[in-house]
C-alpha cells in the first residue's frame, strides 16, 4: 500500500477531530491515545480510592468510613489500577502509538483487531463499574475463594470483566506479535530493533500464553457463583488452593506484563538523554526474554503458607531468587550506560532514575519474601504492601511519565513547561516513598495488611504513609495537568527536540497519517550515538 492510499483509507491522524472519526478510526496513534486516556482516567479514579482509605488510616479507629466502605475501596483500587491502568497502559497505549514507527511500519498487522481490542478493552471497563449495581465488591482484587464463591450476581459480572478484559489482551499481543515479525522495515534486523520493541515483543508472548489461564480460572469462578458447581469452594467439593494456583499461574506473568515495558522505556530513555550507546544491547534483549520465560515457573511463591509441599517450597524458592539474574543484568547495563555519558537531567531523565533506584528496592525487599523463613513472618503484612508498590506502581508509573514526557513531543509536535514537569516529578519520588517506605517497618513489626483499624503503636507509621500519599495525589495531578496543557498551548518543537536516533525521530511531529512517505531502509541501529 502507498502511503497516498494509507491516508485515503485512514484519514487524516489530527486534523479530522469528529468524534465518528475517532471512534471507527484504523490508525493505530490514534487506538493508543484511546488507549492511553482511558487508563489515564481510570488511574485518577482508582488513585482517588486509595486516597480516601488512606485518609481513613490517617488515625486509629473509624473516621469517617465503615469496614465494608473500606474493603469495597480497595478492592476497586486494586482492580482498576491493575487490569485497566498498569497492565495496559505502556503496551496498549504507547506500544500502540509507537511500536509500527520504531519498526518502519505504517500501521500494526490488523488495524481492525486493533480497534476491536480496544472496544472489548472498554466493555471490560463498563462491566467492572457495572456490577457495582448488583452488590458490594469486596473481595480484594485477588478474588480469593472460597470468600469470593459465595457472593452471586456481582461476582460472576466482575469474573466476565476481567474475562473480556484478557481477551483484548490476547488480541494485542497477538498483533504485536505479528507486526514485528512481518511488518520490519528493510535492513532492520533482529540486532537493531530498539529495545521497547524488544520489551513490548516479550510482554506479548506473555499476554499471548498467561492471559488464557486467567480466562479460564475467572469463568470457573462465575459459573461458581451462579450454578453452583464447586470448582473452588470446599463447601461443594471444591479446593481453594487450586484456584490460588490458577491465579497467580497468571498473576505472576502479570506482573512482567506490567514490568516488561516498563523496562523497554528505561532502555530508551538512559540512551537518548546520557546521549550514548546502550551498554550490552544483546543482553537486554536477551533478559526480556528470559524474565519472560522464568515468570511462568515462579507463581509459587506466593503460596509459601498454602501447606505446599517442602520440595515445591524449596524449587519455587530457588526459581524466585533466580529470577533476579535477568533483572540484575538490565539495572548493571543501565548503569554502566550513564557512566560516562553526558547526561541530561530532562524530566525523563529524572523518572527514569526515579525507576532505577525504586525498582531497586522493591526488587531487593522481594529477595525477602524469596525466603522461605523469612516470608512465613511477612507474609500477607504491610511488607508485601511495600514490595508490591516498590515493584509495580513506582516503576511502572514512573516508567510511564518518563515515556510520556520523553514522547509527547514527537505526539503532538509541543514541548511540555520543563520546570513544572520536574516539580510534578519530586512530588511524586518525594510523595512515594514517604507513602511506602514505612510499610517495610510496619510489616516487619507484624501489621496485617488489608486491615480497616490498627493498634495506637502503629499510628505514627501510618500517618507518615497518608502524608506521602497526599504529595503523590499533587504530583500526579501536577503532571497529568502539564501534560494536557502542552497538548493544547505547548510550544511548537522540533522533530527530534532529544537527538534520538531511533525511527519515531526521523519523521514529522506530529507523525504523519501514513508515518513514512517512503518505507525506509535501516543502515544502522537504534542506538548509533558516538562511540568514542
Given at each position: 500500500m502507498t502511503a497516498?492510499?494509507?491516508?485515503?483509507?485512514?484519514?487524516?491522524?489530527?486534523?479530522?477531530?469528529?468524534?465518528?472519526?475517532?471512534?471507527?478510526?484504523?490508525?493505530?496513534?490514534?487506538?493508543?491515545?484511546?488507549?492511553?486516556?482511558?487508563?489515564?482516567?481510570?488511574?485518577?479514579?482508582?488513585?482517588?480510592?486509595?486516597?480516601?482509605?488512606?485518609?481513613?488510616?490517617?488515625?486509629?479507629?473509624?473516621?469517617?468510613?465503615s469496614p465494608e466502605a473500606h474493603n469495597i475501596l480497595f478492592t476497586l483500587h486494586g482492580a482498576l489500577l491493575i487490569f485497566l491502568v498498569i497492565i495496559p497502559i505502556i503496551p496498549s497505549g504507547l506500544g500502540n502509538f509507537f511500536l509500527p514507527i520504531m519498526i518502519g511500519a505504517r500501521d500494526v498487522a490488523f488495524p481492525r483487531i486493533n480497534l476491536l481490542s480496544y472496544w472489548i478493552f472498554v466493555l471490560g471497563a463498563i462491566l467492572l463499574l457495572t456490577s457495582l449495581l448488583f452488590g458490594p465488591i469486596d473481595t480484594g482484587w485477588t478474588f480469593y475463594t472460597p470468600y469470593s464463591s459465595n457472593k452471586g450476581l456481582n461476582v460472576f459480572i466482575v469474573s466476565l470483566a476481567v474475562f473480556t478484559i484478557g481477551m483484548s489482551s490476547i488480541l494485542t499481543g497477538m498483533n504485536f506479535i505479528v507486526t514485528v515479525h512481518k511488518l520490519r522495515a528493510p535492513g532492520l534486523t533482529w540486532g537493531k530493533l530498539p529495545l521497547f520493541v524488544w520489551a513490548i515483543y516479550a510482554t506479548s508472548l506473555v499476554q499471548l500464553l498467561a492471559t488464557p489461564v486467567l480466562g479460564i480460572?475467572?469463568?470457573?469462578?462465575?459459573?461458581?457463583?451462579?450454578?453452583?458447581?464447586?470448582?473452588?469452594?470446599?463447601?461443594?467439593?471444591?479446593?481453594?488452593?487450586?484456584?490460588?494456583?490458577?491465579?497467580?499461574?497468571?498473576?505472576?506473568?502479570?506482573?512482567?506484563?506490567?514490568?516488561?515495558?516498563?523496562?523497554?522505556?528505561?532502555?530508551?530513555?538512559?540512551?537518548?538523554?546520557?546521549?550514548?550507546?546502550?551498554?550490552?544491547?544483546?543482553?537486554?534483549?536477551?533478559?526480556?526474554?528470559?524474565?519472560?520465560?522464568?515468570?511462568?515457573?515462579?507463581?509459587?511463591?506466593?503460596?509459601?503458607?498454602?501447606?505446599?509441599?517442602?520440595?515445591?517450597?524449596?524449587?519455587?524458592?530457588?526459581?524466585?531468587?533466580?529470577?533476579?539474574?535477568?533483572?540484575?543484568?538490565?539495572?548493571?547495563?543501565?548503569?554502566?550506560?550513564?557512566?560516562?555519558?553526558?547526561?541530561?537531567?530532562?524530566?525523563?531523565?529524572?523518572?527514569?532514575?526515579?525507576?532505577?533506584?525504586?525498582?531497586?528496592?522493591?526488587?531487593?525487599?522481594?529477595?525477602?519474601?524469596?525466603?522461605?523463613?523469612?516470608?512465613?513472618?511477612?507474609?500477607?503484612?504491610?511488607?508485601?504492601?511495600?514490595?508490591?508498590?516498590?515493584?509495580?506502581?513506582?516503576?511502572?508509573?514512573?516508567?510511564?511519565?518518563?515515556?510520556l514526557f520523553h514522547w509527547t513531543p514527537k505526539m503532538f509536535g509541543r514541548m511540555y513547561n520543563e520546570p513544572l514537569a520536574k516539580l510534578g516529578w519530586f512530588f511524586n519520588f518525594l510523595g512515594f516513598n514517604l507513602a511506602f517506605f514505612p510499610h517495610f517497618i510496619l510489616g516487619i513489626e507484624g501489621m496485617p495488611r488489608r486491615y480497616w483499624d490498627y493498634p495506637a503503636e502503629f499510628q505514627t507509621l501510618h500517618m507518615i504513609s497518608t502524608i506521602g500519599s497526599y504529595f503523590i495525589g499533587l504530583g500526579i495531578v501536577l503532571s497529568i495537568g502539564v501534560f494536557l496543557y502542552a497538548i493544547w498551548k505547548g510550544k511548537r518543537i522540533s522533530d527530534d527536540p532529544w537527538k534520538g536516533k531511533s525511527l519515531e525521530w526521523t519523521i514529522p511531529s506530529p507523525p504523519p497519517t501514513e508515518n513514512f512517505e517512503k518505507i525506509p531502509v535501516v543502515k544502522e541501529g537504534p542506538y548509533e550515538f558516538a562511540k568514542h
Open positions: 497516498k492510499e494509507h491516508v485515503e483509507k485512514l484519514g487524516t491522524y489530527l486534523d479530522d477531530k469528529s468524534l465518528k472519526s475517532w471512534l471507527f478510526t484504523l490508525d493505530h496513534k490514534r487506538i493508543g491515545l484511546m488507549y492511553m486516556f482511558t487508563s489515564l482516567l481510570f488511574f485518577i479514579v482508582g488513585g482517588l480510592f486509595a486516597l480516601i482509605f488512606r485518609t481513613e488510616l490517617l488515625f486509629p479507629g473509624k473516621q469517617f468510613i480460572t475467572v469463568l470457573l469462578l462465575g459459573m461458581e457463583n451462579i450454578l453452583g458447581i464447586g470448582f473452588f469452594d470446599p463447601f461443594k467439593g471444591g479446593d481453594p488452593v487450586l484456584f490460588q494456583h490458577l491465579f497467580w499461574f497468571y498473576s505472576h506473568p502479570a506482573v512482567y506484563i506490567m514490568i516488561l515495558p516498563a523496562f523497554g522505556v528505561i532502555s530508551e530513555l538512559v540512551s537518548v538523554h546520557s546521549k550514548k550507546h546502550i551498554f550490552g544491547y544483546w543482553f537486554i534483549a536477551a533478559s526480556s526474554l528470559a524474565i519472560a520465560f522464568i515468570g511462568f515457573i515462579v507463581w509459587g511463591h506466593h503460596m509459601f503458607v498454602a501447606g505446599m509441599s517442602p520440595l515445591a517450597d524449596f524449587i519455587f524458592s530457588f526459581l524466585t531468587y533466580f529470577v533476579a539474574v535477568p533483572t540484575a543484568i538490565k539495572i548493571f547495563n543501565w548503569t554502566a550506560t550513564l557512566y560516562k555519558g553526558k547526561i541530561s537531567f530532562t524530566t525523563p531523565m529524572l523518572y527514569a532514575l526515579g525507576f532505577i533506584s525504586l525498582f531497586l528496592i522493591g526488587g531487593l525487599t522481594g529477595l525477602f519474601l524469596a525466603n522461605l523463613g523469612t516470608d512465613i513472618h511477612l507474609h500477607d503484612t504491610y511488607f508485601v504492601v511495600g514490595h508490591f508498590h516498590y515493584v509495580m506502581v513506582g516503576a511502572a508509573v514512573f516508567a510511564f511519565f518518563g515515556a
